[in-house]
């Protein structure tokens, strides 16, 4: 089985939804793990956008890259510049580093619509992202 690692700054919202797709969509092919170079706690914000689209992931937590020491990763997956520039080295021989800079939907300001339109276009944006990433690696 694969270990797969998705890597954002905080692992709240970017890493989280493509943590969840990348769950969804591996069929028992891979260990599917996040975490952020920090810890900013889960955004509501993209809990509620993955659910309209039937993926739960109220239950993730927000882990930094720490705890995860020790795994032998497959793949690494950066999912914003920032972590990509500032990821602590992760010594790992064999994993193939990917990188995808996602738009950050915690970042917009203005209305309940334009929130949710923002966090509509990065949920989508990134569950295209892992659709192509699954069937080119695991088909």
């Given at each position: 089985m694969k270990n797969i690692l998705v890597l954002c700054t905080g692992n709240s919202c970017r890493s989280q939804m493509a943590h969840g797709y990348l769950k969804a969509m591996q069929n028992g092919k891979a260990k599917i793990y996040s975490a952020g170079i920090?810890?900013?706690?889960?955004?509501p914000?993209?809990?509620?956008?993955?659910?309209?689209?039937?993926?739960?992931?109220s239950k993730h937590t927000s882990?930094?890259?720490?705890?995860?020491?020790?795994?032998?990763?497959d793949y690494i997956i950066t999912v914003c510049d920032h972590a990509r520039e500032n990821c602590p080295y992760i010594p790992s021989k064999m994993a193939k580093?990917?990188?995808h800079n996602f738009f950050d939907?915690?970042?917009?300001?203005?209305?309940?619509?334009?929130?949710h339109a923002a966090?509509?276009?990065?949920?989508?944006?990134?569950?295209?992202?892992?659709?192509?990433?699954?069937e080119k690696e695991f088909n």
């Open positions: 920090e810890t900013h706690g889960l955004n914000g993209a809990v509620a956008i993955m659910k309209e689209d039937g993926i739960d992931i882990n930094n890259v720490d705890e995860y020491d020790g795994i032998s990763w580093r990917i990188h939907p915690s970042k917009v300001q203005g209305t309940e619509e334009e929130k966090f509509l276009k990065a949920r989508n944006e990134i569950r295209n992202f892992c659709k192509g990433f699954i």
